[in-house]
Nanobody, 116 residues
């Protein structure tokens, strides 16, 4: 069973920080580009950030540049998303997956709620 489990979400005030984790089981994802995505009810899932298999090249959607940092720990087969200076518009369910994503690997996501 291949599974990606997101965790670390929660309720935070505007300007606060959260660190999301994405843990893989069933297989390794160390050789893949990994990404974080988010979805708000009524909107399509959108790309947030990605990191290459070496953990050295990263990409971010414009709205999170300078605030979010994606990283990975190959030994733990875990991907992280450090989110700083959170804004209400960051409120969403956050998911991790390969990038480009594989439909079978979507997890349950972790809810991030940023209050004004």
């Amino acid at each position: 069973q291949v599974q990606l489990v997101e965790s670390g979400g929660g309720l935070v005030q505007t300007g606060g920080s959260l660190r999301l984790s994405c843990a893989a089981s069933g297989r390794t994802f160390s050789g893949y580009v990994m990404g974080w995505f988010r979805q708000t009810p009524g909107k399509e899932r959108e790309f947030v950030a990605s990191i290459d298999w070496t953990g050295t090249r990263t990409y971010y959607t414009d709205s999170v540049k300078g605030r979010f940092t994606i990283s990975r720990d190959s030994a733990q087969d875990t991907v992280y998303l450090q989110m700083n200076n959170l804004k209400p518009e960051d409120t969403a369910v956050y998911y991790c997956n390969r990038h480009p994503p594989h439909n079978n690997y979507w997890g349950q996501g972790t809810q991030v709620t940023v209050s004004s």
